[in-house]
């Protein structure tokens, strides 16, 4: 994952809206994440917290026997860090994904303590500045697992910057799956997601539509598919901000029925569900 961060401009109050319904869909309407490995999305638990206040930002959800770990650093005038991420109870897996979020939180911090003016001082609006992660937990098949992390961080400027990063586990052998573990064909699954992503975008932008982004950000090229999440239904493939459409429109997600992922030889091991190609 790149740590930018010293690229990153401020929010304005008009492109805050989208951003934190997105964050809010994301950790309070997540897919169900069951321990018996029921392979089905359910709305969150009901016990999930609710924000403190009025102005507390979104909340990260629970799940059913997955622990939820918190970096918090910072405040008191300086940038803040606030990252959740799940602890699964699978030895190499969370250690893979305690060490991620630490990086994160640590890039931020290093890149943010370099932000001194020219005359020495901190910006003004130094002590604003802050990273949030929130992640949402689905599972396509019992011993699989996809952590779907949105990290937004900002660091004074325009409007802050958000990032999607898929972490997918097989927690059975504490391996992270890569496309090529996904399908038997990943040449063809490439091919496969850029010709449904360039059709569903157009239709979910409308008049945002850009045809020269999406062209070029749903080229059958891996770098434009690295984040993919796993559903029992198939994928739902995000994009960043930026990737397929301006900042304004948000980052963009295209749910992928497995039925289109056929011809590509979704593995049974991930998707014991999956059709056969003919």
């Given amino acids: 994952m790149p740590h930018a961060f010293s690229h990153i401009r401020a929010i304005p109050p008009a492109a805050a809206g989208w951003l934190l319904i997105l964050l809010l869909a994301c950790a309070c309407i997540p897919a169900a994440f069951s321990p018996a490995g029921a392979a089905e999305e359910t709305p969150p638990p009901a016990d999930s917290a609710a924000p403190d206040t009025e102005d507390s930002g979104p909340e990260q959800a629970v799940y059913p026997d997955v622990l939820n770990e918190h970096i918090q650093r910072g405040g008191n005038g300086n940038p803040a860090v606030s990252l959740y991420y799940p602890v ?38 130094y002590g604003m500045w802050d990273l949030t992660g929130l992640f949402e937990l689905t599972r396509p098949s019992e011993g699989v697992v996809s952590v779907t992390f949105s990290v ?27 496309l090529a573990d996904l399908f038997k064909d990943p040449e063809k699954a490439l091919q496969l997601m850029s010709s449904w992503s360039q059709k569903e975008l157009a239709r979910s932008l409308g008049e945002d539509t850009d045809e020269d982004m999406i062209r070029d950000g749903v080229a059958p090229d891996l770098r434009n598919f690295a984040n993919l999440t796993l559903t029992p239904q198939g994928l739902r493939i995000e994009f960043q901000p930026y990737q397929v459409a301006p900042w304004a429109a948000g980052p963009q997600r295209v749910d992928m029925p497995l039925a289109e992922l056929a011809a590509a030889g979704p593995e049974a091991r991930i998707w014991p569900q999956a059709p056969v190609a003919k």
């Avoid at 893979?96 to 931020?108: L, M, S």
């Avoid at 999607?164 to 504490?174: A, K, S, W």
């Fill in 88 to 125: 699964l109870h699978q030895t190499a897996v969370d250690e893979a994904i305690r060490r991620w979020a630490t990086d994160v939180a640590d890039a931020y911090e290093k890149e943010v303590g370099k932000a001194d003016g020219p005359d020495g001082e901190k910006p003004s609006s």
């Fill in 152 to 178: 937004y961080s900002y660091t004074g400027g325009a409007h802050g910057n958000l990032e999607i990063t898929c972490l997918n586990y097989d927690l059975r052998t504490g391996r992270r799956l890569d």
